[in-house]
């Protein structure tokens, strides 16, 4: 079992950053692979992030892509996801995942992650 807990969102003014942690507890942090997620009203839980177990391994969604970093320490049991020039769209509440994925594809699919935190909102106004 793995506990996460998000935090660092809040408000920020379109062009501003916001860095976002994820902290786990529970069994061996670096077995896993994370993943950042995250849904606007109305819409579906998309893919942000994603990073393997060691961290050498990074995938982004394009509308991320150059604006996003996803991090992971795995001495400190965290991961976080740095980001900057943010937009009105990127207005959503952010949830950070763990799984044991194989392969790269399984990064996008949040049905292939097995623990989930409770979010965190991420307003961003224009």
């Known amino acids: 079992q793995v506990q996460l807990v998000e935090s660092g969102g809040g408000l920020v003014q379109a062009g501003g950053s916001l860095r976002l942690s994820c902290a786990a507890s529970?069994?061996?942090?670096?077995?896993?692979?994370m993943g950042w997620f995250r849904q606007a009203p109305g819409k579906e839980r998309e893919f942000v992030a994603g990073i393997s177990r060691s961290g050498i391994s990074i995938y982004y969604a394009d509308s991320v892509k150059g604006r996003f970093t996803i991090s992971r320490d795995n001495a400190k049991n965290t991961v976080a996801l740095q980001m900057n020039s943010l937009k009105p769209e990127d207005t959503a509440v952010y949830y950070c995942?763990?799984?044991?994925?194989?392969?790269?594809?399984?990064?996008?699919?949040?049905?292939?992650?097995?623990?989930w935190g409770q979010g965190t909102q991420v307003t961003v106004s224009s």
């Open positions: 529970g069994r061996a942090f670096s077995t896993y692979a």
């Open positions: 995942a763990a799984g044991s994925l194989s392969f790269s594809v399984y990064y996008y699919n949040p049905q292939r992650y097995d623990y």
